[in-house]
Structures are given as structure tokens and as C-alpha cells.
């Protein structure tokens, strides 16, 4: 069956065959696909297999949460909860799969203090292209433990995984929210705040408004035994049109600052503190057809100032508006993962309207990071050039060494032949 494979910012794939089903034998050429919410073409191929029939298994004994990989994470937190631990790491929706959050390594609003969800993988077994299902682990197969953590589903199929929990802490949040004045002032407040989840927030279409959200568990486990994420209440219809302008998030920003500076003090359920865009069911159809773009970079911390300056008055010397800009601070604990993202500093993840010719302009962008030691996230990259991969990425030829010696172009995706991840075949 025809169809179009799309990843979350819209980027598209024409795929001849819509689907390869999991038990089917495998083609050559073929990509991993967890629940597509990457933003760029990790996810993306003309064939792909999709992991989320793929869940089999999903348990909690001794603190250790064992799952299959295309379980979502909604699911897998509510049942972590219900006995008493939480996921250490989770990213900003809870629409991702337990494969998926694997593959990018990712990052959640405390990377200071637990670091990636790389560091808590206990073990994974992993099915390789030559039909070889290898138990990987920091000491069984480390070479492929460490290239798959955070290795965009290129050394094989992740099937099930160990992952360490930590203890429950309340099932809300006390949020404290604050104004800084200046993005100097949100990045020193940022890195001096000592609480255990943090992320910034700034307003690039109306000048000086930023945003410090921080919050700890409340301590309370009390109602812990029926605990459900809420769902959305709204839901975004496929009607292709473009919601947004510059005219209305203009508006839209100087309403949720203002909303959210009354938040200070609030208790957070779980869903509203580390999902909020979630609040929206399919919110990136709010672009419309052409769909939007995220560009995500970190940067140490003595560079930051200069180098997010720099990013910005790109963007505005450019016209393309950011409508949506987050900043997180990061700190230096190392992931297993040879393609992690993170290091010690802040990351910057901007949203703008998609138009063509853009990615091009992101290139430009990276020109502007680089001589700062700024590096792209791939779970939202689909612009980069090969060559400013590698020199973001310091592990690169070691992990491109690990995946060559077990998948000879039988496992691609759109980004892996852009980034030249892999040897194609012929
Ligand atoms: C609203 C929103 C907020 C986000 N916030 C954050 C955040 O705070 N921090 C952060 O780090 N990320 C964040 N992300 C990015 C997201 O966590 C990653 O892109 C994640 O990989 C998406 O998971 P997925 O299941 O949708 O995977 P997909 O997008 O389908 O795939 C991503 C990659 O994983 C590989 N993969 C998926 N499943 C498997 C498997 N079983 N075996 C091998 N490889 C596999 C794919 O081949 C692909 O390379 C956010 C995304 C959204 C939409």
C-alpha cells in the first residue's frame, strides 16, 4: 500500500509500501519507526517498520521497569507510578516509545541531576540485521550498548529493555515561576537553581519576557495507586490550515506570560509540569500543511550568552519568527550513549513556521554554533551536512565503526544517508 510517512514537524517520505509488518521478512533498506515524534527524518524512510505493535511486555518488580520497546512512555509512567517509582529521565510528551526515547538518549528537565535516559538502561536485547538478537549491556556487548544509546536505530531493532527506576516523590509538583528580565538573568538564575526539575522560557516576538518554571515532588504518594496521566482536551483537526501567525503568537506569548507568572506556587499534576504541549492533541498541525521546524542546540556555559545572541539576531535579521523558544540547563554527568547530546551547559530549542529554503538557512546556523563548540540534537535534526555532524559530534567515526560491523546498509533511514551513517549497499 502507498502512503506517506511524515515526522512530527511534517517532513515527508513517499513510501512504496506503507508498512513491513514486524513478522514479515525483512528487505534490505529498511528503517525504524517508533511512535514519529522525532521532528526531522530519523524517523523517516521509504520503508520502515513500525515498533508499536511491538509490545509484548510491560512490568515493574524490584525497581526495575522491564518493557518492550514500542510501548509508549504515557503508558509505562502510569504503571511505574502505580507501584511506587517514576521513569529517572523523560522528554517533553509523553507520545514517544520506550525505543524511541532510547534511540535519541533523551533528555528531560533534570538533566543536571540524573543526566540522559542512557544512564539508566540496565540492559536491552537487541535484534541485529542478520537476525542475531544480541543481550547488550554496560558490561555484555558494550561496544553495541554504547552505539545504540542514542544511536538513531541504526545497529538494530531494540526489542525489550531493563531500565532502572527511582523511588516516587509525590505524585504533583510545587512549581515555582519566575521572571527574569534579561536571557542573562534567566541563564544565571537557571544555572543557580537548585531544585530537581527547571526550564526556561522566553518570548522572541515581544522583547524581555522570560520565564524560569522549576519544581520538585510535593512528597505526597498518597493517591498513588490511581494515578492516570490526563489526555488532551483539545484536539487539532487535519485540516491543513495554518493556525498561527506572527500577529496571534505575539498574543498568545504576552497571555501565557502573563497566565504563568500566576502559576508561582501552584501545584502541577504530572501531565500539565512535564507534558504541557500535550495539553494539545496533535498541535503541530496548528502550522498548517507546510508544517514547522525546531532548531535545538547546546552550548556550554561561558559561550552561551554570545552564542544564543548570535542565534537570535540570525533569526531575526532573517524574518523567521521563533514562536516558541525553551532553554534547559545541562550538566556534566556522561551517558553511555557514543551520539548523546548533552553536555554541560544550556540547549536552546527554537520553533519556527516551515518555509522553503530554510534548511539551508539552519545550515548557515550552524556555521554561526560551531565556532562555539554548539552541537544540533538529532532527534530534531534534518539539516545538518555530514560534515558539520562530525564535527559536532567527537564519536562520531567510532560509532559509524561500531554500526558498519553489524548492519551493511540492510538498516537506513533519510537521516542516516544524509549524515552518511551507514555504507549503502550497491
Ligand atoms: C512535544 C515534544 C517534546 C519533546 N521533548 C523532548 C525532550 O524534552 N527531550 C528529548 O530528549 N527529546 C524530546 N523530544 C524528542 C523525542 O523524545 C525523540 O524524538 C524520540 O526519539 C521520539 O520517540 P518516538 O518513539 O516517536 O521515535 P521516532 O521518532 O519514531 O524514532 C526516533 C529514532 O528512534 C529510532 N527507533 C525508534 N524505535 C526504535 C527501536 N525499537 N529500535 C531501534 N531504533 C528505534 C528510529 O529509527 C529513529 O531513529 C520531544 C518530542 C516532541 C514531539
Redesign the pocket.
Known amino acids: 500500500m502507498k502512503g506517506n510517512w511524515n515526522?512530527?514537524t511534517n517532513r515527508k517520505v513517499e513510501a512504496p509500501e506503507k508498512f513491513i509488518d514486524f513478522e514479515q521478512k525483512v528487505v534490505d533498506g529498511f528503517?525504524?519507526?517508533?511512535?514519529?515524534?522525532?521532528?526531522g527524518d530519523?524517523?523517516l524512510n521509504d520503508r520502515l517498520i513500525s515498533?508499536l505493535k511491538y509490545r509484548n511486555t510491560l512490568h515493574v518488580e524490584n525497581g526495575i521497569l522491564t518493557v518492550s520497546?514500542?510501548i509508549l512512555l504515557n503508558e509505562a509512567l502510569e504503571k511505574c507510578v502505580q507501584k511506587g517509582f517514576f521513569i529517572p529521565v523523560i522528554?517533553?510528551?509523553q507520545f514517544?516509545?520506550i525505543?524511541?526515547?532510547i534511540?535519541?538518549d533523551?533528555?528531560?528537565k533534570n538533566h543536571s541531576k540524573n543526566g540522559t535516559i542512557g544512564r539508566w538502561i540496565l540492559s536491552f536485547q537487541l535484534l541485529l540485521p542478520s537476525g542475531e538478537a544480541l543481550h547488550c549491556s554496560p558490561t555484555e556487548n558494550t561496544a553495541l550498548f554504547n552505539a545504540t544509546i542514542g544511536g538513531?536505530?541504526l545497529t538494530?531493532?531494540?526489542l525489550e529493555a531493563k531500565i532502572q527506576l527511582e523511588t516516587l516523590q509525590g505524585t504533583r509538583l510545587n512549581q515555582q515561576c519566575s521572571a527574569p528580565t534579561s536571557l542573562k538573568q534567566l541563564l544565571d538564575e537557571l544555572k543557580a537553581d537548585s531544585n530537581d526539575f527547571s526550564v526556561g522560557w522566553m518570548d522572541c516576538l515581544n522583547s524581555n519576557r522570560f520565564l524560569l518554571f522549576s519544581a520538585n515532588f510535593d512528597g505526597n504518594t498518597s493517591s498513588k495507586a490511581q494515578f492516570k496521566l490526563t489526555s488532551a482536551k483539545w484536539n487539532v483537526p487535519n485540516w491543513k490550515i495554518k493556525w498561527f501567525s506572527s500577529r496571534l503568537m505575539k498574543w498568545y506569548n504576552k497571555s501565557y506570560f502573563k497566565k504563568n507568572l500566576q502559576s508561582d506556587g501552584s501545584s502541577q499534576s504530572v501531565a500539565n509540569y512535564f507534558f504541557p504541549?500535550d495539553g494539545i492533541r496533535n498541535w503541530n498541525r496548528l502550522y498548517g500543511k507546510n508544517g514547522f521546524y525546531q532548531y535545538q542546540f547546546v552550548v556550554d556555559e561561558s559561550s552561551a550568552l554570545t552564542c544564543i545572541e548570535k542565534v537570535l539576531a540570525f533569526f531575526d535579521l532573517n524574518n523567521i519568527p521563533p514562536y516558541l523558544c525553551v532553554i534547559k540547563k545541562h550538566g556534566d554527568l556522561p551517558s553511555p550513549g557514543l551520539l548523546s547530546f548533552p553536555f554541560k551547559g544550556f540547549s536552546i530549542a527554537l520553533d519556527v513556521p516551515y518555509h522553503e529554503g530554510l534548511l539551508l538557512k539552519m545550515q548557515e546556523l550552524d556555521d554561526i554554533i560551531l565556532p562555539f563548540g554548539g552541537r544540533v540534537y538529532l532527534?530534531?535534526d534534518g539539516h545538518l551536512s555530514a560534515d558539520s555532524f562530525e564535527r559536532m559530534y567527537p564519536k562520531a567515526s567510532e560509532y559509524k565503526t561500531i554500526v558498519a560491523s553489524v548492519n551493511k546498509g540492510e538498516m537506513v533511514?533519510t537521516?542516516a544517508k544524509r549524515l552518511n551513517l551507514v555504507t549503502i549497499k550497491g
Open positions: 515526522s512530527w528503517g525504524i519507526r517508533g511512535n514519529g515524534r522525532s521532528y530519523a524517523c515498533m520497546s514500542g522528554p517533553g510528551t514517544v516509545t525505543g524511541g526515547m534511540a535519541a533523551v533528555h528531560g538513531m536505530g538494530g531493532i531494540l504541549l532527534a530534531k533511514t537521516m
